[in-house]
């Protein structure tokens, strides 16, 4: 099976001198693609760190982090910044949605900074709402919506350009359970259908149970579980 995502001995040190933070301490991961991948740990122990390093939001002190075969740290500012446009997708703890903007709108803004070409703007949107079960729910703003309801708008804009990844910190932490399983059903889904490969950040054991694949962070370093 292809390998999308690995990280090579990967080591993030925030400060210096005697108050600096070691995040992680070398490292190590292998995802392969069409995986649904949990990254758990208690509070503290990188697993955002390690997210935003993935989605070359953030670059490692020491270590390498390759992305179909591209070593991210490597690239320049602006093709990192394109590569996560285009090929990448992210979803948060909070939805960040904007408040002033329909479901439609919020992924259409998603599909504008993607360099999507305007004329698709609206079927990419209306698709990407439709997979997530939120069709019907387009023209609401984000105040007439459920926190559930506002998560799946954050994956149908996080999906509308059609990434190979995402990458999603905490999706379910606002959420109760039953919103939390329908976001993971569309994560299973994504995996299934559109041949997405998914990694997220969790501390509920029962999503965990729906992942593919689980990885432990503890004391810096990754453990499979």
């Known amino acids: 099976m292809k390998c999308i995502l690995s990280a090579v001995n990967i080591k993030r040190v925030f400060g210096h001198g005697e108050g600096a933070v ?30 935003n390093l993935l989605g070359a939001l953030d670059r490692p002190t020491e270590g390498e982090i390759y992305f179909n075969g591209m070593e991210l740290s490597k690239l320049s500012e602006n093709t990192r910044n394109e590569l996560r446009r285009r090929r990448m997708g992210f979803v948060f703890q909070s939805f960040a949605l904007v408040p002033l903007m329909s479901a439609q709108e919020n992924v259409e803004f998603g599909l504008r900074i993607a360099g999507v070409p305007q004329k698709e703007w609206t079927t990419r949107a209306l698709e990407a709402l439709e997979f997530v079960g939120m069709a019907k729910r387009a023209k609401h703003r984000p105040f007439e919506m459920s926190g559930g309801e506002q998560q799946r708008c954050a994956i149908a804009r996080a999906i509308a350009h059609r990434p190979t990844l995402l990458l999603a910190d905490e999706p379910t932490a606002e959420l109760d359970s039953k919103m939390g399983f329908q976001v993971m059903k569309v994560f299973k889904e994504l995996v299934r259908t559109k041949e997405v490969t998914i990694v997220m950040t969790t501390h509920d054991p029962a999503i965990m149970e729906l992942a593919d694949d689980v990885y432990l962070l503890e004391d810096g370093q990754i453990v499979e579980e």
Do not use: D, F, W, Y
């Open 22 to 51: 070691h995040a992680l301490k070398g490292a190590n991961l292998e995802i392969p693609q069409n995986r649904l991948v949990a990254l758990r740990g208690r509070s503290g122990s990188g697993k955002t760190t390690l997210i």
